[in-house]
């Protein structure tokens, strides 16, 4: 059974800083990788799609890799604002055609002004 | 429409009570699915759409859960008889293909509190 794991759970950096959340996922043989953000009482905002064929993707000050072999993405937050507070979450898709993600537990970031 | 919409967006319930939840995707999405989100837990996936058929209903906790998908657009989510550890937040979410290709674009969730 595919289990997804974010660390840190929480996390409080400075207004500025660049930081680099963790997704480590314990079956390799995925098909993509999505990471989300929720915001508090809201739903989830997609921020970045990995496809099984690329190793990462850039929106913005976002930049998330992949690496299946390792069974790990990141994600890197740039120059970080008071606005990119919110629980982040990473999400697989075990296989083509299989359509239930499996969600990290998640991380809970904080920037303070 | 532009984004996907839920409604309501809170819900609140007695106990023993039906409630539908109602789910309308980006307008050409022929994928849709419900997840739910309970308190201090993870996503838990309930049900997948492709166009009006549901190849997979795995996730849905009882029979008391039942979902439905008609014209190939909105969905509804029924709960009979609800029960409190039904207390959660509904997400929905629809995808262009699905079969992972595209991403999901989730709703904002409707939160259900039965008392």
């Known amino acids: 059974k595919q289990e997804v794991t974010q660390i840190p759970a929480a996390l409080s950096v400075p207004e500025g800083e660049n930081l680099v959340l963790n997704c480590s996922f314990t079956?390799?043989?995925?098909?993509?990788l999505q990471w989300f953000r929720q915001d508090p009482g809201k739903g989830l905002t997609s921020l970045l799609l990995?496809?099984?064929?690329?190793r990462e993707q850039t929106s913005g000050r976002l930049n998330a890799s992949l690496d299946k072999s390792s069974g790990r993405s990141t994600l890197y937050i740039a120059a970080s604002q008071p606005g990119d507070s919110a629980t982040y979450l990473c999400?697989?898709?075990?296989?083509?055609?299989?359509?239930?993600?499996?969600f990290g537990t998640g991380t809970r970031l904080t920037i303070i002004p | 429409g532009a984004g996907v919409s839920q409604s309501p967006s809170n819900k609140v319930t007695e106990k023993g009570k039906d409630v539908e939840l109602r789910c309308d995707p980006i307008?050409?999405?022929?994928?849709l699915y419900w997840y739910r989100q309970s308190l201090g837990q993870g996503l838990e996936f309930l049900i997948y759409?492709?166009?009006?058929?549901?190849?997979?209903k795995s996730g849905l906790p009882s029979d008391r859960f039942s979902a439905e998908r008609t014209g190939g657009s909105v969905s509804t989510l029924t709960i009979q008889r609800t029960q409190q550890e039904d207390s959660a937040v509904y997400l929905c979410?629809?995808?262009?293909?699905?079969?992972?290709?595209?991403?999901?674009?989730f709703g904002s969730g409707t939160r259900l509190t039965v008392v």
């Open positions: 999400a697989v898709y075990p296989n083509f055609g299989n359509e239930k993600l499996t």
């Open positions: 079956d390799s043989a995925i098909y993509n």
């Open positions: 990995i496809q099984s064929s690329q």
């Open positions: 759409f492709q166009g009006n058929s549901a190849p997979d």
């Open positions: 307008s050409g999405h022929t994928a």
């Open positions: 979410a629809s995808s262009l293909r699905g079969l992972g290709v595209d991403g999901y674009t």
